[in-house]
Structure formats: structure tokens, C-alpha cells
């Protein structure tokens, strides 16, 4: 069977709704597919009694043009071995041109898998993808050296495959249905080396800067005289998360889960604080998606002044106390109403 369309894989978040990486995969899909002379969207969903109905039409308003759903009490929970086998199984039912992944923790487990699995070649954490014109092959665009240059990698082995970080690109709805295919896998012949012995629950979506409503940024002018201790300070205040760029990371002021940028994490929240942070391009490729960007430096000259949406020139030591202030100030004026 010639390989013929777009597979993306439908992570659920524990609530077993669509992860918001996955409308973006979508949507970015329906610009691939009218290049591709429109080849079908087609999506995958694994889990344990599935709201069927919704996710269906939730795709379908996507872009998705048919959901592949495989649905056992056992899947309840992710399992690697299972949720892998179970995807490789499915790309080898119905051969797809192009498979999509996001690039969660997740996501990156299964499309390792399946890759190795398919024997074909797989680009991680990318930031654009495109159709080559002459050749028709999927184009990958990803960091490099540091995140300094970024490439643009063709896929020459079939399916081609990419990891999509979150964040990169916007969803957008369309007027669109999908059909469901219902598909029956026996579990039973998955070989599952893997036995769950302890279980903790996390919430995962109040931890992960990706998510982030609200977040402060330290870079490398933060990095002295506890300068990112204001900076948690103001996070707390606000009900935000703490991130940093790559100088505050490679110092030890966070972890590498908490880095934004190119690479780090790609972050879209409502309001981004960022403290010190001269505005590097591969930052700003990171924060583009922000709703506002308030930039706190003391280099008038600093580059991400050109993208900030409000801009303050000075010393964080002095700024940052200020800024805690109103905000208790603020806080005080409504318990008093």
C-alpha cells in the first residue's frame, strides 16, 4: 500500500481531554494537506472509554478528517510499550505519508518508538514544517548549535516523521467534520515489560511552564545578588511561574524544564515578565505567541525592547520591589471591597 496522508497522534491530558499541542498539529495539517494536493488528516486516540462523540467532533473541528480511536480498560493509564505498539500498529494498518507528533515527554516516547519501529528517520523538537515544492517531501525545520541557526531537514525514508515542540503555531477552527473508524487491537499480543508498582498523581498542567497563564523570566542579568529571589518572589505575588533563559539555566538559577526559548520550552501565556533578558533571537523565538511581553532591563539598547509591549529602563534591585509593592497594594484594595 503506497503511503497516502497525515497521521497525528492525539495525546489526552489526565481529565482525557485533547492536548492543546494537538490542534495545533491540526491546524498546521490543513496548510500541509492543500500542498500535498489534499491527502487525508487522520488522527489517532488511545485511551479507556472515550468520550467518543466529543473528541470526534473536536477534531473534526480541527481539520481532522477521520479519528482512529482504540479504546481497552487497560489504557487507562499511559503505558510506553502499549500507546507505542498500539500507534506502530496503526501507521502499519493504514501507511501515512507524514506522522506528527508533539513534542511532550510523551509524545517523544512514542515517536522514538514507532520511528525505530517503521525503520524510517525522525527529526525532534521542531519550530516550522513545510512541503518542499520540487520534491514533495516534508520539510522539518529545527535548532541547532545551540539554538544559534536552525535547519531545514528533508525526510527522504517513508512515513516522514517530526516531533512538533508546543506552542509554535496557532490553532484555528474551521467548519469541518470527521468520520470515526473504530479499530480493535489485541493487547494481549503486545509483549509489556513494563509493571506499575506505585502510582503518583501529579497535576501536571500546573507545573508546566508550557501551560503558563502568567509567567517571570530571569536571564542573565538576574543571575547576581539573588536576583532571582525577587523574581520568585513577584512569581508568588502573581500566581505565576518562574522561567529563565538558556545563561540562567546553564548558572544553575532554574532547571531545564523552566528554560524558554528555542531551546527550551516554546510558551504562549497571557502576560510574560521578562527581568534581565537582553532579547537574543533564539529567546524571542521561544515568547513570540505571548499575549504581552513587559520587559525590565537596564540596556536601553536591549533587543527585546522592539517586541515589548511595555518597556522599563533601570535596575531590577530597585524596580522588581516596586512592582511587589503595587501588587500587594492592588491585592489590599480588593480584600477591602
Same mark, same amino acid.
Given at each position: 500500500?503506497?503511503?497516502?496522508?497525515?497521521?497525528?497522534?492525539?495525546?489526552?491530558?489526565?481529565?482525557?481531554?485533547?492536548?492543546?499541542?494537538?490542534?495545533?498539529?491540526?491546524?498546521?495539517?490543513? +496548510?500541509?494537506? @492543500? =500542498?500535498?494536493?489534499?491527502?487525508?488528516?487522520? &488522527?489517532?486516540?488511545?485511551?479507556?472509554?472515550?468520550?467518543? *462523540? $466529543?473528541?470526534?467532533?473536536?477534531?473534526?473541528?480541527?481539520?481532522?478528517?477521520?479519528?482512529?480511536?482504540?479504546?481497552?480498560?487497560?489504557?487507562?493509564?499511559?503505558?510506553?510499550?502499549?500507546?507505542?505498539?498500539?500507534?506502530?500498529?496503526?501507521?502499519?494498518?493504514?501507511?501515512?505519508?507524514?506522522?506528527?507528533?508533539?513534542?511532550?515527554?510523551?509524545?517523544?516516547?512514542?515517536?522514538?518508538?514507532?520511528?525505530?519501529?517503521?525503520?524510517?528517520?525522525?527529526?525532534?523538537?521542531?519550530?516550522?514544517?513545510?512541503?518542499?515544492?520540487?520534491?514533495?517531501?516534508?520539510?522539518?525545520?529545527?535548532?541547532?548549535?545551540?539554538?544559534?541557526?536552525?535547519?531545514?531537514?528533508?525526510?527522504?525514508?517513508?512515513?516522514?516523521?517530526?516531533?512538533?515542540?508546543?506552542?509554535? +503555531?496557532?490553532? @484555528? =477552527?474551521?467548519?469541518?467534520?470527521?468520520?470515526? &473508524?473504530?479499530?480493535?487491537?489485541?493487547?494481549?499480543?503486545? *509483549? $509489556?515489560?513494563?509493571?506499575?508498582?506505585?502510582?503518583?498523581?501529579?497535576?501536571?498542567?500546573?507545573?508546566?511552564?508550557?501551560?503558563?497563564?502568567?509567567?517571570?523570566?530571569?536571564?542573565?542579568?538576574?543571575?547576581?545578588?539573588?536576583?532571582?529571589?525577587?523574581?520568585?518572589?513577584?512569581?508568588?505575588?502573581?500566581?505565576?511561574?518562574?522561567?529563565?533563559?538558556?545563561?540562567?539555566?546553564?548558572?544553575?538559577?532554574?532547571?531545564?524544564?523552566?528554560?524558554?526559548?528555542?531551546?527550551?520550552?516554546?510558551?504562549?501565556?497571557?502576560?510574560?515578565?521578562?527581568?534581565?533578558?537582553?532579547?537574543?533571537?533564539?529567546?524571542?523565538?521561544?515568547?513570540?505567541?505571548?499575549?504581552?511581553?513587559?520587559?525590565?532591563?537596564?540596556?536601553?539598547?536591549?533587543?527585546?525592547?522592539?517586541?515589548?509591549?511595555?518597556?522599563?529602563?533601570?535596575?531590577?534591585?530597585?524596580?522588581?520591589?516596586?512592582?511587589?509593592?503595587?501588587?500587594?497594594?492592588?491585592?489590599?484594595?480588593?480584600?477591602?471591597?
Amino acid at each position: 500500500m503506497e503511503p497516502n496522508g497525515i497521521l497525528i497522534y492525539a495525546q489526552k491530558d489526565e481529565n482525557n481531554r485533547i492536548e492543546p499541542v494537538v490542534k495545533e498539529l491540526l491546524t498546521k495539517a490543513r +496548510f500541509l494537506k @492543500e =500542498k500535498l494536493w489534499n491527502q487525508r488528516i487522520t &488522527v489517532c486516540v488511545i485511551g479507556e472509554r472515550i468520550n467518543y *462523540e $466529543n473528541i470526534i467532533n473536536e477534531l473534526g473541528s480541527y481539520g481532522a478528517d477521520e479519528v482512529i480511536i482504540v479504546s481497552d480498560d487497560r489504557l487507562k493509564d499511559y503505558n510506553k510499550i502499549y500507546y507505542s505498539e498500539i500507534f506502530t500498529q496503526i501507521a502499519k494498518q493504514y501507511p501515512p505519508r507524514i506522522i506528527l507528533v508533539g513534542a511532550t515527554v510523551q509524545g517523544k516516547d512514542i515517536a522514538a518508538y514507532t520511528s525505530t519501529k517503521l525503520e524510517t528517520g525522525l527529526t525532534a523538537d521542531c519550530t516550522d514544517l513545510d512541503i518542499d515544492d520540487k520534491s514533495c517531501l516534508l520539510v522539518s525545520t529545527r535548532p541547532t548549535f545551540g539554538g544559534k541557526l536552525t535547519a531545514d531537514i528533508l525526510c527522504k525514508t517513508f512515513p516522514q516523521m517530526a516531533t512538533v515542540q508546543q506552542n509554535i +503555531f496557532k490553532s @484555528e =477552527k474551521t467548519e469541518h467534520k470527521a468520520t470515526a &473508524v473504530f479499530n480493535w487491537i489485541d493487547i494481549d499480543k503486545i *509483549e $509489556n515489560k513494563i509493571e506499575v508498582i506505585n502510582k503518583t498523581t501529579k497535576n501536571h498542567s500546573s507545573n508546566d511552564i508550557s501551560n503558563a497563564d502568567i509567567i517571570v523570566a530571569g536571564g542573565l542579568g538576574a543571575c547576581r545578588d539573588n536576583g532571582f529571589a525577587l523574581i520568585y518572589e513577584l512569581a508568588a505575588k502573581l500566581n505565576a511561574m518562574v522561567a529563565g533563559s538558556r545563561e540562567a539555566y546553564e548558572r544553575g538559577y532554574i532547571t531545564k524544564s523552566q528554560q524558554t526559548g528555542q531551546t527550551g520550552k516554546i510558551v504562549a501565556p497571557k502576560l510574560y515578565i521578562a527581568v534581565g533578558i537582553s532579547g537574543a533571537d533564539q529567546h524571542l523565538a521561544g515568547i513570540k505567541n505571548s499575549g504581552k511581553i513587559i520587559a525590565i532591563n537596564n540596556d536601553k539598547n536591549a533587543p527585546i525592547f522592539k517586541y515589548a509591549d511595555i518597556g522599563i529602563i533601570g535596575d531590577l534591585f530597585k524596580i522588581l520591589p516596586e512592582f511587589i509593592a503595587e501588587v500587594d497594594k492592588d491585592k489590599e484594595v480588593k480584600n477591602e471591597q
